[in-house]
């Protein structure tokens, strides 16, 4: 570790040097995550379909809709760097449409990556986790799992979805000292976002207080923060990253 990480890491109270696996770390959120951790000194490995990894991450390939994929890039993951002790599961898709158009395929094809990816990716880190006795699980949920959205029917079920789910963990793992928690973005400036009209900004805009949407800094520092030391008592929890939008929810 060089002394630039270990005072970057000390300032923000994180344990550095762990292996963080952050899935879907090849571009957007999930790619801040990443960086935000390598800036810490901690390792960082992600499962990626393929294309270019930020710099300092650690691709392994694997499609979060393939458990047998998912195992063996956890044991690839495990013998190049030892066992994931902080699980950072960002992977995420949409296909919005409005209820009476949602074809079962645009419901199961987002179930399968949004909650059934996220369930195969934590089953597998809780092995070593629970050997470890040690563990920090963030899901990235979106505001619309508890506030709704209109033509998202499918995704906003998943993403409600993961608060249940990490509220199981948290009572099923909380006493071997594994957190599960839900961190729940609004609007955020990536590729998604940077596409929509500007009128159509303008309007989502003004419905959020804070009055812009959210830099992907501003998300990864967060789930930062719920690695951490300074986190340790905080699980089960949903914490909002959206300006207010759904605050009340
Ligand atoms: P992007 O679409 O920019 O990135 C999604 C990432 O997930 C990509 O790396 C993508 O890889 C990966 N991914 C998708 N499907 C799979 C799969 N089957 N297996 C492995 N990896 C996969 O998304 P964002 O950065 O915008 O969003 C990240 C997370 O934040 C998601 O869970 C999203 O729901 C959530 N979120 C986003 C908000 C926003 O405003 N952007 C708001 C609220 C929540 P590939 O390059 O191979 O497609």
């Known amino acids: 570790m060089t002394e630039m990480q270990a005072t970057t890491s000390a300032a923000t109270g994180g344990t550095p040097g762990r292996v963080v696996l952050v899935t879907g770390a090849t571009r957007g959120i999930g790619k801040t995550i990443a960086e935000t951790f390598i800036a810490a000194g901690d390792t960082v490995a992600t499962l990626y379909r393929g294309g270019d990894l930020p710099d300092g991450v650690h691709g392994y390939v694997a499609d979060v809709t393939d458990s047998a994929a998912i195992d063996a890039a956890f044991t690839a993951i495990e013998k190049d760097h030892g066992p994931v002790e902080v699980l950072v599961a960002n992977a995420g898709i949409t296909r919005d449409t409005l209820l009476m158009r949602m074809t079962d395929d645009d419901f199961d094809a987002v179930l399968d990556v949004n909650l059934r990816g996220v369930f195969r990716c934590?089953?597998?880190?809780?092995?070593?986790?629970?050997?470890?006795?040690?563990?920090?699980?963030?899901?990235?949920?979106?505001?619309?799992?508890?506030?709704?959205?209109?033509?998202?029917?499918?995704?906003?079920?998943?993403?409600?979805?993961?608060?249940?789910?990490?509220?199981?963990?948290?009572?099923?793992?909380?006493?071997?000292?594994?957190?599960?928690?839900?961190?729940?973005?609004?609007?955020?400036?990536?590729?998604?976002?940077?596409?929509?009209?500007?009128?159509?900004?303008?309007?989502?805009?003004?419905?959020?207080?804070?009055?812009?949407?959210?830099?992907?800094?501003?998300?990864?520092?967060?789930?930062?923060?719920?690695?951490?030391?300074?986190?340790?008592?905080?699980s089960g929890a949903v914490i909002p990253v959206d300006g207010g939008l759904g605050m009340g929810h």
């Open 122 to 234: 934590i089953r597998r880190a809780s092995t070593g986790m629970i050997r470890k006795r040690t563990g920090r699980i963030i899901l990235i949920g979106s505001v619309v799992g508890l506030y709704g959205g209109a033509g998202q029917v499918n995704y906003s079920a998943t993403k409600a979805a993961l608060v249940g789910m990490a509220r199981s963990i948290t009572r099923e793992l909380g006493a071997r000292s594994i957190t599960a928690n839900v961190v729940a973005p609004g609007f955020v400036e990536t590729e998604m976002t940077a596409v929509l009209p500007e009128d159509t900004q303008k309007q989502y805009k003004s419905a959020i207080p804070a009055g812009r949407f959210a830099s992907t800094g501003e998300i990864a520092g967060v789930v930062h923060f719920l690695a951490s030391d300074a986190a340790s008592y905080i």
